[in-house]
């Protein structure tokens, strides 16, 4: 088994997580807050392999949830001002 200070310990993309958990997709941001903090429990005893894994799932879930968010925002802009068109004639 390699020692810790021979890998670096993958970013764990805890502040993506709690950007997506707080302003944008809740369901999305609270799964990669749970995979963000795998990363540092998995490299500290030494399994590598799933302090990666974990870290790749923790930027998926979050860049799923900023997207997610960002199209109901879309989406919500767009109904808005077709009502909002629609109400001038």
């Not at 200070?5 to 958990?21: C, D």
């Not at 030494?46 to 930027?59: Q, T």
Request: aromatic share 8%; glycine share 10%.
């Amino acid at each position: 088994m390699e020692d810790n200070q021979n890998r670096p310990k993958p970013n764990n993309y805890l502040v993506l997580a709690i950007i997506t958990t707080v302003l944008c997709c809740l369901p999305a941001g609270i799964v990669s807050i749970v995979y963000a903090t795998k990363v540092n429990e998995a490299h500290a005893k030494g399994d590598f392999e799933a302090a990666e894994a974990a870290s790749k799932n923790a930027k998926t879930w979050g860049i799923v949830g900023l997207a997610v968010g960002a199209v109901g925002i879309l989406l919500y802009l767009i109904f808005v001002g077709f009502a909002v068109a629609g109400g001038n004639f």
